[in-house]
């Protein structure tokens, strides 16, 4: 069984800051990618940053020179810091976690940017 804790979300005014966190738990081995989606009311899933094990990372553009992810292997745990914040980041945050044979998914937290 494999568990995924996150935390983090808030609601915060516009220009603000959040970091995010994820750990992962259980029987879960060889974790290659580390990640983090959003989901916003009427819309999609998408990829908002993840990084592999050998740090390599990707952004979607919308976020990118504002949000930064970073992982502790040692103990399963992937972080999203997010500067600058817009109304436009509103959304259910979800993290995900791949080996090179399954994905897991967190449970969501929600991140709401308002003034």
């Known amino acids: 069984q494999v568990q995924l804790v996150e935390s983090g979300g808030d609601l915060v005014q516009p220009g603000e800051s959040l970091r995010l966190s994820c750990t992962a738990s259980g029987n879960i081995f060889s974790i290659n990618y580390m990640g983090w989606y959003r989901q916003a009311p009427g819309k999609e899933r998408e990829l908002v940053a993840r990084i592999s094990s050998g740090d390599s990372t990707n952004y979607a553009g919308s976020v990118k020179g504002r949000f930064t992810i970073s992982r502790d292997n040692a103990n399963n745990t992937v972080y999203l810091h997010m500067n600058s914040l817009k109304p436009g980041d509103t959304a259910v945050y979800y993290c995900?976690?791949?080996?090179?044979?399954?994905?897991?998914w967190g449970q969501g937290t929600q991140v709401t940017v308002s003034s």
């Open positions: 995900r976690v791949s080996t090179p044979y399954d994905a897991y």
